[in-house]
Every structure is written in structure tokens, then in C-alpha cells.
């Protein structure tokens, strides 16, 4: 007598109700490059362009309130990160002669205006306002030697020197305070540790 197979639930063929694969054949070549094919140019190029004008107005005007308020995930790339962070409150705790010099350049060229009869008085108005610009030449070179000496001693020398850190300092240092962005986080005296 033949014996009969009695198929039992643990054999290895697949049941019908279980699937195998991703169920759907996989597409040709052609049609999976044909879906992802987009046009070049949108078909409307003027709503695209006032969509792509909204969308970076948003995000410009969302990076300068964070600016304004010290929101620091919403800044712009540059101006994120701890060490940029110190140099910051570095720079916004002391006093500094670049800050007061675009008044103080601008106080000069109205003297001068105003004793263009005396030469010898023009000349020490002269005098003057290049004496300002080496004191205020001299103080960023001093703040950004000290900057470097505490940069390194913070972060270290591979993330408190890279490109560009001292001069962003020096170049805070030379704007007038209230007009920095971010906005200044320290009082004047209030020195970052």
C-alpha cells in the first residue's frame, strides 16, 4: 500500500496565506528612472519662484529673531556652537576704543569741516584721528592674543584656533554694541570662565 503524504504545518513550503518577497515584481530599468524623472523646470516657474522667495524670507527672518534673542538652534550655522558662544560673551564683557570709532570718525570729519582755515589745527585733527586708529589697531591685536591664550586653554588648541575664530572676535570687537548680532548676552564686566 502507497503511502500517503499527510502535509504537516511545519513543513518548509510556504502556506498560501504567507507572502514571500516584497510581493510586486520588480520594475525594469526604464520604468523605475522613468518615476523618478522630474522636470528641470517646474511648469508654473513663477509660483515656484514666489514659493522658493517665502519659504528662504521665513527662514531669514526666523534665523534674525534668534539673532535678536540669543536662540541659539535657529542661528545661522555660523554663529552656533559653544566656542563661538565664548568668543561672544569674550568680547561683549570689555570695553573697547574699535567700538567707539565709527563716532568718534565721524566727530573728526566735522572738526576738520569746521577748521579747514587753520591748517595747523587740521593737522592735529589728522594727528588725532590716526592716533585713534593705532590705539584701536593695537587694542585688537591685544584682545585677540588674549583670546587665542583662552580659546586653547577652554577648548583646546584643534577646536578653540580654527579658521576664522580670532578674526571673528576682532571684527566684534570693532562694531558698535548695540548694533551686534547675536546681541550681546553679558553685561560689560560679566567674564566668561
Do not use: C
Request: net charge positive.
Amino acid at each position: 500500500m502507497p503511502a500517503t503524504k499527510n502535509p504537516s504545518p511545519d513543513a518548509t513550503e510556504p502556506s498560501a496565506d504567507s507572502t514571500v518577497g516584497k510581493g510586486r515584481p520588480t520594475p525594469k530599468r526604464k520604468e523605475a528612472e522613468a518615476q523618478r524623472r522630474k522636470p528641470l523646470v517646474p511648469g508654473d516657474r513663477k509660483a515656484a519662484q514666489r514659493a522658493a522667495k517665502a519659504r528662504s524670507r521665513e527662514i531669514r527672518d526666523r534665523e534674525f529673531e534668534a539673532m535678536k534673542t540669543g536662540d541659539e538652534k535657529n542661528m545661522p550655522l555660523r554663529e552656533r556652537g559653544p566656542v563661538k558662544r565664548y568668543i561672544r560673551d569674550f568680547v561683549d564683557a570689555r570695553w573697547s576704543i574699535g567700538e567707539f570709532f565709527l563716532p568718534i570718525a565721524i566727530a573728526f570729519v566735522f572738526l576738520t569741516a569746521l577748521v579747514n582755515n587753520s591748517p595747523q589745527l587740521a593737522l592735529g585733527i589728522l594727528v588725532a584721528l590716526y592716533g585713534v586708529i593705532f590705539a584701536t589697531v593695537i587694542q585688537a591685536w591685544l584682545m585677540s592674543r588674549k583670546l587665542r591664550k583662552q580659546l586653547v586653554a577652554k577648548f583646546g588648541e584643534a577646536d578653540g584656533l580654527r579658521k576664522g575664530n580670532l578674526m571673528y572676535g576682532v571684527m566684534r570687537s570693532l562694531q558698535i554694541r548695540r548694533s551686534r548680532l547675536p546681541r550681546p548676552m553679558v553685561k560689560r564686566g560679566e567674564h566668561p570662565r
